[in-house]
């Protein structure tokens, strides 16, 4: 019924940036929170930034102040710009979302397949 779609990981560079979007497609009522995850190799799975429905966002101390959560409610879409990119940022990095698909009477949570992020020194 629904699905995540991510794209634009890729390979950055140290101190460069990366912007990578989901798009939830199917039938959808209405998006509660949207969020990205990453796992790095070895490590667990580990939230980094959310977004509300109303635009309030949080993120994990290592990314704060330099990626940037956002969404555009009108697209189902949600982007995670990503600056000032270290080799510590590379993971493959999931889109998360609360939906309410269409009749449905409550939100239940969808995932991304996943979208690698390679940072070189």
């Known amino acids: 019924q629904v699905q995540l779609v991510e794209s634009g990981g890729g390979l950055g560079q140290a101190g460069g940036s990366l912007r990578p979007p989901c798009a939830a497609l199917?039938?959808?009522?209405?998006?509660?929170?949207m969020a990205w995850y990453r796992q790095a190799p070895g490590k667990q799975r580990e939230l980094g930034a959310t977004?509300?429905?109303?635009?309030?966002?949080k993120y994990v101390d290592s990314v704060r102040g330099r990626f940037t959560i956002t969404r555009n409610n009108a697209k189902n879409t949600v982007y995670l710009q990503m600056n000032s990119l270290k080799p510590e940022d590379t993971a493959v990095y999931y889109c998360?979302?609360?939906?309410?698909?269409?009749?449905?009477?409550?939100?239940?949570?969808?995932w991304g397949q996943g979208t690698q992020v390679t940072v070189s020194s």
């Open positions: 199917g039938s959808i009522s209405s998006i509660n929170a």
């Open positions: 998360n979302a609360r939906v309410v698909v269409t009749f449905a009477l409550s939100a239940r949570d969808y």
């Open positions: 977004i509300s429905s109303g635009g309030s966002t």
